[in-house]
C-alpha cells in the first residue's frame, strides 16, 4: 500500500517506509533476509538484474559472454561507474573495476567472512581459479560443470559489488557503514531508530528520457516494531509504503475481495500481485492418545 500524499523536506523528496523486523546489517555479505536486502538493494549494484518482466538485464555488466561448454561466463562492465563519495577513498573520486568484482565474489566464500550466502558459489565455482579480473572492464567467472541459474544468482544481494578500501577502513564497522555505487548513498543508521539514505550524485543510470536517476533525494526507514503502529503511522502520512497489514485494521481497509473500501479510495493506492506460498496443514491420528483416539 502506498500513501498518495509526497513528503517533502526542505524542498526534498523523501521516501519514508518502516521495517517492523528491524535491520541486521547493512554488509551484502549477509543479506539472507528481506530486511536487509531491501536496504542493500539501494547502496549497491550487483553485475547484472532481473527487470519487471522477470528477464536477466545488465546492471554493472554492459553485457556478457559464455563459453560453448557453459563453464565460463565473461562480463564487460561499464566504465563509467564510480563509487559514492566516502573518507575511505580520501574524497577522490574513486571508479568501480573487475578487481572490485574479483574482490566482492572472494570475500563471500572466504571463511573468515562467515557469510550465511557462501552457498551461492559453494561446489559451484572452480577451485582453482574461479573469479579472475582479466582488466579494467572485464570480469571472469569460472564454474566445475555447467550451472543453469548462475546467473540469476549473480543478481541476488549477496553479489553486490564493494570496495576493498571500505572494508579496510571500516573493519567490523563495514557493517553499518555500506559504500557502493548505488542509486542511494549512506547518511546514517541509528539501530533500531532510523536509517536515513541519501540521493547518490555520481549514480550512473538514466532513464529513457536521458534523465538522472534516482527522482528521490533520499529514503528514511524507520524501525516500528508493532505493525499496528507502522499502519497508524502511514495513516497519518508518515509514511509512504508499507508491505502488509496488521490484522486489526484489515477489516477496516478492505473489502471481503480484497478490494479498498470506498472511503479509502484516493488516500491509499493498493497494489496486488501473485506470490509463491507454500501451506500444509497436519493432522495428529493416534489411537493411544486420550485426546483423539476416537476422531483425528
Known amino acids: 500500500m502506498s500513501s498518495c500524499t509526497n513528503h517533502q523536506h526542505s524542498n526534498k523528496k523523501i521516501f519514508h517506509y518502516n521495517e517492523s523486523s528491524g535491520l541486521t546489517s547493512l554488509d551484502p555479505a549477509f543479506a539472507k533476509n528481506k530486511q536487509v536486502m531491501w536496504a542493500v538493494h539501494q547502496v549497491y549494484n550487483t553485475l547484472i538484474e532481473i527487470d519487471s518482466n522477470m528477464h536477466m538485464a545488465p546492471s554493472l555488466a554492459k553485457h556478457w559472454d559464455i563459453s560453448a561448454d557453459n563453464k565460463t561466463f565473461t562480463f564487460y562492465l561499464r566504465d563509467n561507474v564510480f563509487f559514492a563519495n566516502d573518507d575511505c577513498f580520501k574524497n577522490i573520486p574513486r571508479k568501480l573495476t573487475a578487481s572490485d568484482v574479483e574482490y566482492s565474489f ?18 559451484r565455482v572452480d577451485s582453482i581459479e574461479p573469479f579472475k579480473a582479466i582488466n579494467d572492464t572485464t570480469f571472469q567467472l569460472k564454474l566445475q560443470r555447467p550451472f543453469q541459474s548462475i546467473l540469476g544468482i549473480l543478481s541476488m544481494q549477496y553479489c553486490s559489488i564493494i570496495a ?26 541509528e539501530e ?23 527522482y528521490l533525494d533520499g529514503i528514511k526507514v524507520s524501525f516500528y516494531d508493532s505493525k499496528a503502529t507502522e499502519f497508524l503511522e502511514f495513516q497519518q502520512n508518515r509514511l509512504d509504503f508499507i508491505d502488509d497489514i496488521d490484522a486489526s485494521f484489515k477489516d477496516e481497509v478492505l473489502t471481503k475481495t480484497g478490494n479498498l473500501k470506498d472511503k479509502w479510495k484516493g488516500k491509499i493506492e493498493l497494489q496486488k500481485q501473485p506470490y509463491l506460498n507454500i501451506e500444509y496443514l497436519g493432522i495428529l491420528v493416534d489411537e493411544q492418545n486420550e485426546l483423539v483416539k476416537n476422531s483425528p
Open 106 to 123: 572472494y570475500r563471500i566464500i572466504d571463511k573468515a567472512t562467515a557469510s550465511p550466502g557462501a552457498w551461492i558459489f559453494n561446489n
Open 164 to 189: 576493498k578500501e571500505a572494508v579496510a577502513f571500516y573493519g567490523n564497522d563495514f557493517r553499518r557503514h555500506p559504500v557502493g555505487t548505488g542509486p542511494f548513498s549512506f547518511v546514517a543508521w
Open 192 to 214: 533500531g531508530q532510523a536509517l536515513v539514505l541519501k540521493k547518490n550524485e555520481n549514480y550512473f543510470e538514466k532513464d529513457t528520457d536521458g534523465k538522472q536517476l534516482p
